[in-house]
């Protein structure tokens, strides 16, 4: 096991502007692991979502959401 040091806490309430998306809007990722966590996030409140990876193997990372109900 290895301890890390100096890594901020991520805010509580990260994600919860998202909630605020409507049915069409969409937001971009370019972190994998936010990707996920907002997904995730968006699926525990409910939301119906598409998702979409957008980039290339060999291109740096971009994922969509989209609020479809």
């Known amino acids: 096991m290895k301890i890390l040091k100096n890594i901020p806490i991520p805010p509580k309430d990260q994600f919860k502007p998202l909630l605020e998306m409507e049915i069409g809007d969409c937001v971009e990722f370019t972190d994998r692991k936010k990707f996920k966590s907002a997904s995730s996030y968006l699926y525990a409140n409910y939301f ?9 193997k060999d291109e740096p990372y ?4 989209w609020r479809v109900e």
């Open 48 to 56: 119906k979502i598409r998702i979409k990876k957008i980039s290339k």
């Open 62 to 65: 971009l994922a969509r959401i």
